[in-house]
């Protein structure tokens, strides 16, 4: 058994899969699910788990080389607009209707159970060497 790190067994197996450009869409609970992507969803109820707790937990696991949010997440939820911003300089805006679009080329998904709106963003792997 794991003693550190995720313990969701669905999502560690799910990082373990992934290869350098693979795309990783961490999203709120209302994000339409594309088919195509593996699916780990992680909402319980409304808010929980946040999507800044789950962020911050795969980005502890992952090497990140770029990431893509929708524009509108600046005026909408302007926290998670600076949490994003703080964790990636070169955060890509584009509009929501387009970060939609990118979604279905994602490798992965997690599903939050964040409940403020765009709090989205789609996370290009990179490699540790």
């Known amino acids: 058994m794991k003693k550190a790190g995720i313990l969701n067994r669905h999502l560690a197996g799910a990082l373990a ?3 350098h450009g693979d795309g990783v869409l961490v999203c709120d609970a209302g994000m339409p699910i594309p088919d195509g ?6 909402a319980f109820r409304a808010g929980v788990p946040a999507f800044a707790e789950v962020l911050d937990g795969l980005l502890a696991e992952l ?3 770029g990431a893509t949010a929708a524009q509108e997440l600046r005026d909408a ?4 607009s600076a949490l994003l911003e703080g964790h990636f300089p070169g955060l890509r805006l584009v509009s929501h209707e387009r970060l939609k679009e990118l979604s279905a080329g994602a490798r992965l998904i997690v599903r939050t159970g964040e409940a403020r709106p765009y709090a989205n963003v789609l996370l290009r792997c990179g490699v540790f060497f």
Request: aromatic share 0%.
């Open 77 to 80: 939820n302007p926290e998670a």
């Open 17 to 19: 899969e992934l290869g």
């Open 63 to 65: 090497v990140v080389e």
């Open 37 to 42: 992507p593996r699916v780990v969803d992680l």
